[in-house]
C-alpha cells in the first residue's frame, strides 16, 4: 500500500520558516517525480514546487526564490523549506508523487501564516 505521509505545518508569523517533510512508503520514490501542491480554502489546487528523478526542479513564480525543495532517495523522503512566508502562503500543503501516468497523494498538512 502507497503512503505519503506529510509532516511539519503549523502555525508562524510572517517572515517565519517552516520545513515540510513528506515520508513515502510502499513505492521507491528515487524513481518518482516528488512535488508538493497547495490549496487554501475556496481555491483551486495549486503547484508549489517539484523535483525530478534527476533532481531538476521548477517553482511556482509566487514561491521562487523563498522555497526550497529537497529529496533524499535513501530515506523515501521529499522536503521542502519555506523562508520568509507570507500570509498568503497559508494553505494545506499536499505532498505528491507521479511517474508512469499514476498520482499519489498525501492527506495534506497545514501550514497558516499569521500577519
Known amino acids: 500500500q502507497v503512503q505519503l505521509v506529510e509532516s511539519g505545518g503549523g502555525l508562524v508569523q510572517a517572515g517565519g520558516s517552516l520545513r515540510l517533510s513528506c515520508a513515502a512508503s510502499?513505492?521507491?520514490?528515487?524513481?518518482?517525480?516528488m512535488g508538493w501542491y497547495r490549496q487554501a480554502p475556496g481555491t483551486q489546487r495549486e503547484l508549489v514546487a517539484r523535483?525530478?528523478?534527476?533532481?531538476?526542479?521548477n517553482y511556482a513564480d509566487s514561491v521562487r526564490g523563498r522555497f526550497t525543495i529537497s529529496r533524499d532517495n535513501a530515506r523515501n523522503t521529499v522536503s521542502l523549506q519555506m523562508n520568509s512566508l507570507k500570509p498568503e502562503d497559508t494553505a494545506s500543503y499536499y505532498c505528491?508523487?507521479?511517474?508512469?501516468?499514476?498520482?499519489?497523494w498525501g492527506k495534506g498538512t497545514l501550514v497558516t501564516v499569521s500577519s
Open positions: 523535483i525530478g528523478v534527476g533532481g531538476s526542479t
Open positions: 505528491t508523487a507521479f511517474a508512469g501516468g499514476v498520482n499519489y
Open positions: 510502499g513505492i521507491s520514490a528515487s524513481i518518482y517525480s
